[in-house]
Each structure stands twice: as C-alpha cells, then as structure tokens.
C-alpha cells in the first residue's frame, strides 16, 4: 500500500518565480495536512484539510501561500512570487481519523 | 495555549545504554500525546501516541513512554539504544476537542555512539 506521495521531491527556483508542491494522500484518509520545516521555526502547520475542505489555514503565512485540494486524492501547495525565505523543507500528511498523521517523504525547496 | 517542550536539542548515548528523551507540556486538559521519530531526509513516522487509558504506551522499535499528568511529562524511553536509533525524535500534542491541529516540539536529536 502506498504512502503519502509528494512531488516534486527536491525543487531549486529564482526568487519570484512560482512554485507548486503537490502531494497525494494515502487513500481512503480524510484529513490532510501541510508543514513546513526549517531549522529556525521547526515544524509548523501551514493548513488542513478535511473531506477536501480547508479547516484551519491560520498556519498559512502570508498571501504568497495557497493551498488547494481539488479531490480525496490531490493537493497542491502553491507559492507564488517565492523568496528566499520560503526555502523549507514542505511535508504534506494524511489521516483517516484526524489524530494519527502519516508523514510523506516531504519535498526539500530552494528559493535563489 | 497549548505548547511542548523538548528538553535537549541534542542527546548522545553508547550503543546499549538507555535512551531518555524528555517532553513536557502546557495545557489545562491533559491533551492526545505523540512521538514521533525523522531519520534523515525522510518524512515522520508515528512511534507511539496517548490518547486515553494505560499511561504506559508502548510503542514501535522498542520504545515506550509514559504519561505523567502530577508533571506534565510524556517521555520516551527505550532500555537498549541501537545504532539504527540515531534519528530526530519530535514529542506533539493535540488539544482534546474538535481540532485535529499538531503542535510539535522542537525536536531532539539522537546520536548512538559505538
């Protein structure tokens, strides 16, 4: 059975540019959640989702972020202009019942 | 607010010595706890969680914790530390309640020395 699958896995971009993360659940989970990660701010939730409708987005830092999932099977994390302070490891997670979080593999992102 | 402290970014123990990683946290209501583990460039994985019941909880590869509510404390132990331990370990919890939002620690770095 497959995991939570996030691509790309590592994305190298010019500052201003547009990026979009995307992540696939684990099927059959209702719930899925965004990260961030860095080594200043640690592990920070950006937004969940359940049954493909934002909960709570009030990790989401600024306007530059958005994030939408579109079916039970896809999600996107888009950003958009990136700056260098966006650089980040982005993890996604998926959950049948809200309370145990499946990691994906996360997607490692530079911002030039 | 809900917040968890992890006590020492980083620890080091010999191969076969006990591992302790320490977590407390701050909430009213004692909340859902977890464990989670980060080996290197990969994504976290569930060790263990609290949520009702036995405050022991065993959990993967050996490890367990316990739920202390007088201290406010859910630390990880495990009696034998193996090499392949070597690994970020990140203590979280989850208010009771509708929210399913994770507040994780920062996070503690294992190293197993030979």
């Known amino acids: 059975d497959a995991g939570v699958i996030q691509s790309p896995r590592h994305e190298v971009t010019e500052m201003g540019q547009e990026v979009t993360l995307r992540c696939k659940p684990i099927?059959?989970?209702?719930?899925l959640f965004w990260y961030r990660q860095t080594m200043m701010r640690g592990l920070e939730l950006l937004i969940y989702?359940?049954?493909?409708?934002?909960?709570?987005d009030s990790g989401m830092p600024e306007d530059r972020f958005s994030a939408k999932m579109p079916n039970a099977s896809f999600s996107t994390l888009k950003i958009q202009p990136s700056e260098p302070r966006d650089s980040a490891v982005y993890f996604c997670?998926?959950?049948?019942?809200?309370?145990?979080?499946?990691f994906g593999p996360g997607t490692r992102l530079t911002v030039l | 607010a809900q917040s968890v402290t992890q006590l020492g970014s980083h620890v080091s123990v010999s191969e076969g010595a006990l591992v302790l990683l320490r977590c407390n946290y701050s909430s009213s209501v004692p909340p859902y706890l977890f464990w989670y583990v980060q080996y290197p460039n990969q994504g976290l994985q569930l060790l263990l969680k609290?949520?009702?019941?036995?405050?022991l909880v065993k959990g993967i590869n050996g490890f367990e914790a316990e739920f202390k509510k007088s201290e406010t404390s859910f630390h990880l132990t495990k009696p034998s530390a193996h090499m392949s331990d070597a690994a970020e370990y990140f203590c979280?919890?989850?208010?009771?309640?509708?929210?399913?939002?994770?507040?994780f620690g920062t996070g503690t770095l294992l190293a197993v020395q030979p």
């Open positions: 609290y949520t009702t019941g036995a405050t």
């Open positions: 989702f359940n049954n493909n409708v934002p909960i709570d």
């Open positions: 099927s059959g989970h209702d719930y």
């Open positions: 979280a919890v989850r208010r009771r309640g509708a929210t399913n939002k994770l507040i």
């Open positions: 997670a998926s959950s049948p019942l809200g309370d145990t979080q499946y």
